[in-house]
């Protein structure tokens, strides 16, 4: 075997390698991960914050004249926690 052809292998075999090695990581990642009770949590608490930024955004842009409605809608936000 000439040292051409020793290249050639070497060669071919880190190629092979890699495009393995890249299906596997492939296939880690597709998998659907485990729907486990820290994640439903998170996605309540993400839930959560996500209807907190809706009620402060609409209190931020709205016209609060009175000042009353304010105090209740942060008192509403406060027991949420």
Known sequence: MHWAEMV?????????????QARQRATRIIQPAEDTPEAARLREEVRALKER???LERLATDDNSNSA??????????DRS
């Open 53 to 55: 930024i809706a009620v």
């Open 69 to 78: 409605r304010l105090d209740r809608e942060i008192e509403r936000l406060r």
């Open 8 to 20: 050639v292998a070497i060669v071919l075999i880190v190629t092979v390698g890699r495009v393995l």
